[in-house]
């Protein structure tokens, strides 16, 4: 497609987790993809047969463009006057971007500086089988927020971790914004539970 230097050998990734088994993602040097380039893949199978599969890249929502900055939540805040400290039992807030009711919401938690199972919580919960909330079910106006160990899709067992934060331990989260074509811009912020 536009942009690549080189064709790429995609290998099976064998640490992906639940994202899927082939993921990857390339530097496109030269410029931003604009909506309608087309890449394509040769796939081959275990049995050696192949195939060619393409994609086109489509506008972000009804904005007419790739996804931008502009897209993405603003004002991130874990619930105090101070963006970089909080309570152990945060509640979240955002400013959401232009039209929010035409996209769904994934709203993450991690541990930083941890060595496994770093997800604190994550909203839609794994394996949930959901795409994402809603501006309806997180906002009103122009802010949405997420009350802490409250999922705003009603899966009431999908909570935090039991013992989630632990004073003075620094934590990332972040909220995707994603369109009906998968198209997603992402907003992140860090915090010091305290």
Known sequence: GPNLLVPIDISQCTDCGNSGEFNYNVQIFGGTPNVGDTYSFNVTYSDGSTDTVSGQVTAFG?????????DAVTNMNPGTSSPDSTTLTPNFTWTFPA???DYVYIFNLQQNNCSSNCTVWQIPGQNSGGGGFTYAETGSGSVGTIDWAVDPTGNSGNTPNPGSLQSSDQYNWNIIVQDNNGNQAQSYAQFTAQ
Request: no cysteine.
């Open 62 to 70: 009804n904005t007419g463009a790739v996804v931008g900055a502009a």
């Open 99 to 101: 039209n929010p009711g």
